[in-house]
């Protein structure tokens, strides 16, 4: 059951006026296998998922916009014998009903119907290149059009990526996506506080991505939202680390990037902590330079402030430190305009966050001018410092990896910090591993 029709629906309607004329075709994404006949878990596509709502594999929206604009949806046909081994499937008819399509077919039906729907029709939106099955399917379409010009029948002259709209839609979370998101970030937050809170010494990273994974499922999400990064010690300086498989050392820290999907959209969350409770003097240092970092940088999430902002307020507080910590020589303008902080720290300091991790939507306008933070989005803001040894780097911070990253809703004055349940101060997470 889609607990939600009306909201799906309005999105609808408002692609639909974003569009003005021309059919959009706008597939799900296809089941993929993982190796011989056993297949990943399913997970639809984002964008046909924030237009209908609708979970199952083998399906297709199709938007007709004009003066009569209507939804339809083509899905799987009930099927007795398949439900038996695969599960349920809602079939055409209910589909409709219960996720207030105008309309909905068999997948059977699509080709017929394709060509009625496209003919003499301005445009079509479809996002060529993402499936050659899709791409073949719409050439045949309106390569079969095309010869019915003698029948008075057009082509339409124009196909167009309907990405633009869908994610400028998308970059805005309505009131209910925000909902989702708090609690999808209420429980990644409170996945990471009981990893801190079973670490001991000498255990594996993957033990250790257990007890994270346990929460996620125990509190409803249903997956993952991306490959999770467990890093003790020196894995931490290498940014996708996924292996999750050494052990943890007493003396290290752990850097651990993980966050869960709850009804489709992600929870991004990264925490960096000792293995054996406490912070080293050099480990300290470090970690509340990148915390401080964070710290400005999160002042800069606020409507009106370019995309960048928040990025140059961690990267200034960055600087200074690694000068402080001799790590870098010279005046901060200089490190800055030289890029010498970059052996350091070489990555952003956020993205947007939704249905994607990395999720969609632009970051400057036309004009390359960074876009203006505005009530409703969602983004992270994750600056680190990552150090390998090397001739130049005082010794006592080799090794060391740190990042610290927070999921954070615009307001209309400022933002919330989705993820402010995951403890991240240096006397908090001493206090929770000590008393664990
Ligand atoms: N976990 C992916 C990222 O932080 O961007
Ligand atoms: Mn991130
Ligand atoms: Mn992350």
Redesign the pocket.
């Known amino acids: 059951m889609n607990p939600a029709p009306a909201e799906f629906k309005t999105r609808r309607q408002t692609l639909l006026s974003a569009m003005g004329e021309g059919v959009a075709i706008i597939p799900t994404a296809a089941e993929a296998i993982r190796n011989r006949d056993s297949h990943y878990p399913y997970r639809f596509d984002s964008s046909f998922y924030y237009l209908t709502g609708f979970k199952e594999p083998e399906a297709v929206l199709v938007l007709v916009a004009g003066d009569q604009p209507k939804s339809i949806l083509f899905c799987r046909d009930k099927d007795p014998e398949r439900e038996i081994w695969d599960g349920f499937r809602y079939g055409p008819a209910a589909a409709c009903e219960q996720f207030g399509f105008d309309e909905a077919y068999s997948m059977d039906e699509l080709d017929a119907k394709l060509l009625v729907l496209l003919a003499n029709q301005p445009k079509v939106y479809f996002s060529l290149g993402v499936s050659a099955l899709w791409d073949a399917k719409l050439t045949a379409c309106l390569n079969h059009l095309s010869t019915q010009g003698r029948s008075g029948v057009s082509v339409p002259d124009a196909v167009c990526d309907p990405r633009k709209l869908i994610d400028a839609m998308r970059l805005y979370k309505s009131p209910f996506e925000q909902a989702i998101m708090q609690q999808s970030a209420n429980i990644a937050a409170t996945a990471h506080n009981r990893a801190m809170q079973f670490l001991k010494p000498g255990m594996m990273e993957y033990q250790l991505e257990a007890e994270f994974l346990h929460e996620f499922y125990r509190q409803g999400a249903q997956a993952p939202a991306?490959t999770s990064?467990v890093a003790g010690g020196a894995n931490a300086c290498t940014l996708h680390y996924n292996a999750n498989n050494a052990p943890l050392r007493d003396g290290d820290l752990v850097l651990i990037?993980?966050?869960c999907e709850l009804d489709g959209y992600a929870t991004?969350i990264?925490r960096t902590f000792p293995v054996n409770g406490r912070f080293s003097g050099p480990q300290r240092d470090l970690y509340e330079l990148v915390l401080a970092a964070q710290t400005a940088a999160i002042a800069q999430v606020a409507p009106g402030n370019e995309w960048d902002a928040a990025h140059q307020a961690a990267l200034a507080v960055l600087v200074q430190g690694f000068i402080d910590l001799k790590l870098c020589q010279g005046s901060p303008q200089a490190v800055l305009e030289s890029g010498d902080y970059r052996r350091f720290y070489m990555h952003r300091t956020g993205?947007w966050l939704g249905l994607d991790?990395?999720d969609v939507g632009d970051y400057k306008d036309r004009d390359q001018q960074w876009l203006r933070l505005a009530p409703g989005m969602t983004l992270?803001v994750?600056p680190g410092c990552y150090i390998r040894p090397a001739a130049n780097v005082p010794e006592h911070f080799w090794n060391t990896g740190i990042?610290i990253?927070d999921d954070v809703l615009v307001t209309a004055t400022a933002c919330d910090v989705l993820t402010a349940k995951a403890i991240k101060t240096v006397a908090d997470i001493e206090a929770l591993m000590q008393t664990s």
Do not use: M, N, Q
């Open positions: 991306y990064i990037d993980a966050g991004d990264s993205h991790v990395h992270t994750e990042r990253e």
